[in-house]
Nanobody, 126 residues
Framework: QVQLVESGGGSVQSGGSLRLSCATS????????ISWFRQAPGKEREGVAT????????SYADSVKGRFTISQDNAKNTLYLQMNSLKPEDTAMYYC???????????????????WGHGTQVTVSS
């Protein structure tokens, strides 16, 4: 049984930093695309960053490039999203998702992902 558990969300002021974690279990294949998505109230779910667990390839949405960094700790089966220089527009519920998808990229469609965590809230105040 696949489980994804996010943590690390919170409230920060503009310019602050947070690090989100996604603890995974039950992923039986050697290669998955793991993605961070976010969804703000009234907006569509959007991809933020992805990582290919096999070759470590990373992809970022234009809106977060240079500010967010996705990484993985294979020994801990945990993915991270380091978020720096946070802006109010980064406020959203952040989700971790995993699956074997056709294209492991920040533009990957959320419908491709079958495994999801419950999300962690990030709130950035101005």
């Amino acid at each position: 049984q696949v489980q994804l558990v996010e943590s690390g969300g919170g409230s920060v002021q503009s310019g602050g930093s947070l690090r989100l974690s996604c603890a995974t279990s039950g992923l039986t294949y050697s290669r998955y695309c793991i993605s961070w998505f976010r969804q703000a109230p009234g907006k569509e779910r959007e991809g933020v960053a992805t990582i290919d667990t096999d070759d470590g390839g990373k992809s970022y949405a234009d809106s977060v490039k240079g500010r967010f960094t996705i990484s993985q700790d294979n020994a801990k089966n945990t993915l991270y999203l380091q978020m720096n220089s946070l802006k109010p527009e980064d406020t959203a519920m952040y989700y971790c998702a995993a699956d074997r998808v056709p294209l492991c990229s920040a533009v990957a469609r959320f419908l491709w992902f079958g495994y999801w965590g419950h999300g962690t809230q990030v709130t950035v105040s101005s």
